[in-house]
């Protein structure tokens, strides 16, 4: 149902963009958003956004990362600018619907390292 893409390698101060596919209507989940996860921690919130254009990012992204919506292409995408190592974990695409089910990507690896 959600397929990311725009993962990798990047040198510390430097940005990349990843992007999620549905393959329905953006307009049918309740939320869409990117949580990440690095090895013995928890899955946490990245940001995401309703469907009235509200977007909640997690404190880590705030100033940095910009989450846009396109109801269009049934796409959310995740620009992180001034990515930082600690930035390193595999980031997952996110939806819900009104019921309370959830979707998952696959995961995409970003890694900060010089």
């Known amino acids: 149902q959600l397929v990311e893409s725009g993962g990798g390698l990047v040198q510390p101060g430097g940005s990349l963009t990843l992007s999620c596919a549905a393959s329905k209507s953006a307009l049918s989940f309740y939320t869409m958003g990117w949580y990440r996860q690095v090895p013995g921690k928890e899955r946490e919130l990245v940001a995401d956004v309703t469907p009235g254009g509200g977007i909640t990012y997690g404190e880590s992204a705030k100033g940095r990362f910009t989450l846009t919506k396109d109801n269009v292409n049934n796409t959310v995408d995740l620009q992180m600018n001034n990515l930082q190592p600690e930035d390193t974990a595999v980031y997952f695409c996110?939806?819900?619907?009104?019921?309370?089910?959830?979707?998952w990507g696959q995961g995409t690896q970003v890694t900060v390292s010089l």
């Open positions: 996110h939806a819900r619907i009104i019921s309370g089910f959830e979707y």
